[in-house]
């Protein structure tokens, strides 16, 4: 017995153990494991054969070719010694068994591999020295790592199971005198399973340790355990098979392997196992498949049952990374929880009063018995906004607010959270991966998680951050970064959802799509042999297109079920690419209302500023709507705020307003309306400016006006200026501050129609705004309006129509009555519309002739085509009945229901 590494192979050996330096080690439990069922189907013969006795020499009854297969990751060789070409010389005759297990595995892997062959071959000739036969030897250590599959009753059968084992090169070799060669197939299938069982043992063993550094205490413990269950569980299917049982399950294989695993490591050793299987068990199913498909083309016939096992260790992986996670868990026994860490935007941390995905996705750790620990820095969602007055507009030039502020992590959950939920997370609103790349470093470093959990990229795409390509630079490099502080970090990236259409962003969709086809095919590229990256098909799972979003209240961010939605499509990864868990998420058969209860203790004030409503919030409100108007008037103009309170500051002394407010949790449903509160205004807040100017840029506008007068005037600060972009759905209001009388708006789109109004601040706050001229950017004096039509509704009131064009920001209707010699007159109200309606024109619409100019700011074209209103149908005829004109729109009306915040964020 011993090593005899200077003694040559049979058979060609070109470019020697260079050939596969390639292999990972990982492939050496794959290996043995296709060695296994190789010898499985090659004792079919045997086992048809009985107790028969074989013709001819023993040694030859299942001989093979000795050459060594240069493209197989393990040959089994096996025959007479003089047909062992240089493996002759450990014989001693010629009809010697040779039994050889040939090995190739990368040159970092041979130290390990000869060490555990060494051990191996020491300790039987320790066990021969003492009394006990090969057989006896190997069957001790099968036994006592028993999976439970086809335990062993009785052991003394080995006893005639005796020869020589050599560590040869790469080879483990049975050397087995010729008087001690059985006839009998009973004699080849004892040794077949005890030997290849041991050739299990051995290879395993190597290739588990390494996945660890050389001298770390916990390698020979948890490798002990890997190998040894690993080769039990082979030779007890082996000796299933050849008893003509049934081979059972593989769900059960995985259990039972896990449980010999789990049983062969105590105290904190369970967390090395488990770190080692997180990254072995996938690829030794894979690679094993792949193996014994292989190897069942080359074995004809006796490779049926290659392919039944391949077959029914498909998607095996998981499981057997399950069953070890349950049991290091399952029973509360495990001082090792797996550490997660969720790093996402708005849609992961929530708003006050949600339940969150990282709520459902802690709940299905807990219903699966998953000891985890969720880490981060954070523990709350997104507070309601707290209640502010009206901010002073920035003035030109004075820097933006810092975007680097500290993240508000404060709010609440719903009232059904359980109390002892996990809630920290790494997740802000309106974090972005071009953010988080560069901060998830420090992170990673002060929590150790084991796992991330990635939502985020919509900020990226939908802020004009960056494309599709640098989202994916950004993400990659997010990995690196985390990777390069703890190298055995795990990650599930989830793509990029999809939300419903917003006017003017057209590229968005797009984006998406891209950006995620992009990531599903970059992610399997970024995987290493101890960190792995799987993808997360967060938009697949999430029902929100361009078109109607159920599972968002807003068209974007979750509601109940897509809470479940978003926890359900990272489970699927957890379960399907770490095998974690045996269930995905299940939906209750009610998914739960999130209340809106009618705000209920309200007071209002009136200030120098002007009118200012408050209530108390409403815990989980996600707004609320204000409905207001002047006393009277008969008509509500309604409001989203964010905060509990609401300020009319664009009003004038006297006048009386009315108010009413509302829960609006938007498509999660709204409160009913509350009681009506009113005051009068008697605001200190000075005029707006006279005699606005606006003048269209090339990008931009030109702004100039005169300075009010009057009462509370001494005190002006500033003037804001406002702009507005009617053509963008959904677009909010712009606003600068200047302290002189004019100002140059740049950054506007050209071609795009923009309101424009300025505002005077003075002590006691803004103003009424002063509504200049809309301007079309970039264009000059646009051309006359033509065919101008007139229609006389009754004898007072006449409609008119005309054709406009795109360089126009508005219109003025001139009136002239033809019986003066008066000239045309027109007022300073500018339409944006092609039609305007005229009422009141006394003493009859016959008397009037109509033009029409078009504005562009300052810039005004000639006159239309003039035309004069016909008499109205006599109430005789069958004419329309009498109608009011229709009311063009009012631009401070416009002004006041604009939106003040973007529509496209995730938060």
């Known amino acids: 017995m011993g090593s005899m590494r200077g003694l040559g192979m049979a058979g060609p050996r070109p470019g020697g153990r260079g050939r596969y330096r390639r292999l990972r080690g990982s492939y050496l439990i794959a290996f043995a494991l296709a060695m296994a069922l190789i010898v499985v189907g090659a004792a079919e013969p045997a086992v ?346 920035r003035l030109q030039g004075e820097p933006q607010p810092s975007a680097e502020s500290a993240p508000i992590t404060t709010g609440g959950y719903a009232a059904g959270v359980a109390p002892d939920f996990d809630t920290d997370h790494f997740a802000v609103w309106g974090r972005q991966a071009a953010q988080d790349k560069k901060l998830i470093a420090e992170q990673v470093a002060k929590y150790q998680p084991d796992m991330l959990l990635v939502g985020l990229g919509f900020n990226d795409m939908g802020w004009f951050v960056s494309g599709p390509e640098g989202t994916l630079d950004s993400m990659r490099t997010l990995v690196d970064q985390a990777r390069a502080v703890k190298p055995d970090l795990n990650f599930a990236l989830a793509n990029v959802p999809q939300r419903t259409f917003i006017g003017g962003r057209d590229d968005l969709p797009v984006n998406t799509d891209k950006y995620n086809s992009m990531l599903a095919a970059a992610i399997p590229k970024w995987s290493t042999d101890k960190s792995r990256v799987a993808l997360v098909d967060w938009a697949r799972n999430y029902s929100c297109d361009r078109d109607r979003c159920h599972a968002g209240y807003d068209g974007l961010h979750p509601n109940a079920l897509g809470e479940y939605q978003i926890a359900q499509a990272f489970v699927r990864t957890l379960h399907d690419s770490y095998g974690l868990g045996r269930e995905l998420v299940s939906f209750p058969t009610h998914i739960p209302d999130r209340p809106a209860l009618t705000p209920g203790t309200i007071w209002i004030d009136s200030g120098p500023s002007g009118i200012t409503l408050n209530w108390k919030p409403v815990y989980g409100a996600r707004g609320y709507t204000v409905r207001h108007r002047i006393k009277g008037s008969g008509t509500w103009n309604e409001t989203p705020v964010r905060a509990p309170r609401f300020d009319t500051t664009w009003t004038l002394d006297g006048w009386e307003w009315e108010y009413q407010v509302r829960t609006d949790n938007a498509d999660d449903g709204k409160s009913g309306w509350s009681g009506t509160f009113s005051a009068t205004a008697h605001p200190k807040t000075a005029p707006a400016p006279k005699k606005i100017v606006t003048r269209a840029a090339a990008t931009g506008v030109d702004v100039s006006w005169d300075a009010p007068t009057g009462p509370y005037t001494d005190s002006i600060d500033r003037y804001e200026i406002i702009t507005w972009d009617r053509d963008t759905p959904g677009a909010f209001i712009n606003s600068t501050a200047v302290r002189g009388t004019s100002a140059h708006i740049d950054g506007l789109i050209p071609g795009h129609h923009y309101l424009v109004a300025v505002v005077t601040w003075n002590a006691a706050g803004g103003g009424m705004p002063g509504v200049a001229r809309s301007v079309t950017v970039g264009a000059g004096t646009p051309p006359a309006p033509g065919d101008l039509k007139v229609t006389s509704t009754d004898p007072t009131t006449v409609q008119l129509t005309w054709a406009g064009s795109r360089q126009a920001a508005g219109y003025r209707v001139w009136v002239r009555n033809i019986n003066s010699d008066s000239p045309s007159k027109a007022d300073e109200y500018v339409t944006n519309e092609t039609s305007r309606g005229i009422a009141y024109l006394f003493p009859g619409v016959w008397n009037y002739e109509f033009c029409v100019t078009a504005v562009n700011g300052e810039a005004e074209s000639g006159k239309s085509n003039c035309v004069i209103a016909p008499r109205p149908p006599s109430k005789g005829a069958a004419a329309a009945s009498p109608t009011a004109p229709k009311k063009p729109g009012n631009p401070l009306s416009a002004l006041i229901r604009a939106p003040r915040t973007p529509a496209a964020s995730a938060g």
């Open 48 to 393: 048809a054969l009985g107790r028969a006795e074989t013709s001819g020499e023993a040694c030859g009854a299942h001989a093979t070719s000795f050459t060594v297969e240069q493209n197989a990751p393990v040959t089994l060789r096996m025959g007479c010694a003089r047909d062992a070409g240089m493996l002759r010389t450990l014989g001693k005759n010629d009809d010697d068994l040779i039994i050889a297990l040939d090995f190739h595995v990368p040159p970092e892997g041979q130290d390990r591999l000869d060490k555990v062959k060494s051990d191996w071959a020491d300790s039987i000739r320790a066990d021969q020295d003492a009394g006990m036969t090969v057989g006896q030897s190997v069957a001790k250590r099968l036994q006592r790592n028993s999976v439970g599959i086809y335990p062993p009753k009785d052991w003394s059968a080995t006893t005639d199971l005796d020869g020589r084992v050599v560590s040869v090169e790469d080879s483990l070799v049975f050397v087995i005198a010729r008087d001690k060669v059985g006839t009998t197939a009973n004699w080849w299938q004892k040794w077949i399973a005890s030997g290849v069982a041991l050739g299990v043992t051995i290879v395993s063993g190597a290739a588990c340790l390494l996945a660890f550094n050389v001298g770390a205490p916990a390698a020979a413990p948890v490798c002990g355990a890997v190998s040894g269950a690993l080769g039990s569980l082979v030779g007890e299917l082996m000796n299933a098979y050849f008893d003509g049982r049934s081979l059972g399950d593989a769900d059960v294989w995985m259990e039972a392997l896990a449980v010999a695993m789990w049983g062969g490591v105590s105290g904190g050793l369970g967390g090395q196992l488990l770190k080692w299987a997180s990254t072995g068990t996938t690829s030794l199913i894979t690679n094993a498949q792949t193996s014994l498909r292989g190897l069942m083309t080359k074995l004809g016939n006796m490779g049926n049952v290659l392919g039944f096992m391949a077959d029914r260790i498909e998607g095996m992986a998981p499981r057997l990374l399950e069953n070890l996670q349950r049991l290091s868990r399952g029973v509360g026994q495990s001082k090792v929880p797996l550490k997660v860490m969720v790093v996402g935007d708005s849609m992961t941390q929530g708003y006050e009063g949600d339940w969150t995905w990282r709520y459902r996705l802690w709940e299905w750790f807990k219903k699966e018995h998953i000891d985890v620990d969720f880490v981060g820095p954070y523990e709350g969602t997104r507070p309601q906004e707290a209640p502010k007055a009206p901010s002073v507009p």
